[in-house]
């Protein structure tokens, strides 16, 4: 995969509207698996969590993966740089704190996405808690812990 020093620039402008549904995604740097441990994942969990009680947003799925997250939301009382950078920040403290470290584990920037009026949210909500089918992690959704969606 090549580098790209510049690629967190390409978001530049993102524009962030209350009431719209957006898809987000943000990868752990380097690719490393740090959610393999389901205890890291409950912490960034935890921080969706928080998100949605504090009214910033109305957590509609999301599922963290060994190496990176998709979370969708419908966006609030705030920001998309304001959601994702606090979410990000908060949960590389709780995590580096449990883990006894204090690195950076996040790679810079994320990917989001503005879901359309017409699109069926239902539907991008299956796509994103399929992940762990599509990865080969899981036979069954079921058996995978690091997922939810508000239909349920």
Do not use: C
């Not at 409950?42 to 947003?57: D, T």
């Not at 190496?67 to 590389?92: I, Y």
Request: hydrophobic share 40%; net charge positive.
């Amino acid at each position: 995969m090549a580098h790209h020093p510049q690629s967190h620039l390409l978001r530049r402008g993102r524009y962030s509207e209350s009431g719209r549904a957006y898809l987000i995604t943000a990868v752990v740097h380097e690719r490393q698996p740090l959610f393999r441990d389901f205890r890291l994942g409950r912490l960034l969990v935890a921080e969706f969590k928080q998100a949605h009680e504090l009214n910033l947003i109305n957590s509609l799925a999301w599922v963290v993966m060994p190496d990176h997250f998709h979370w969708l939301f419908e966006l609030k009382d705030a920001t998309l740089p304001q959601v994702v950078g606090r979410t990000k920040s908060l949960s590389t403290r709780s995590i580096n704190r449990a883990r006894g470290s204090k690195e950076r584990f996040w790679q810079r920037g994320y990917h989001d996405r503005a879901i359309r009026t017409d699109e069926d949210l239902r539907k991008v909500a299956r796509y994103i808690i399929a992940n762990p089918l599509r990865a080969g992690l899981v036979e069954h959704i079921g058996d995978y812990p690091l997922w939810d969606a508000a239909w349920l």
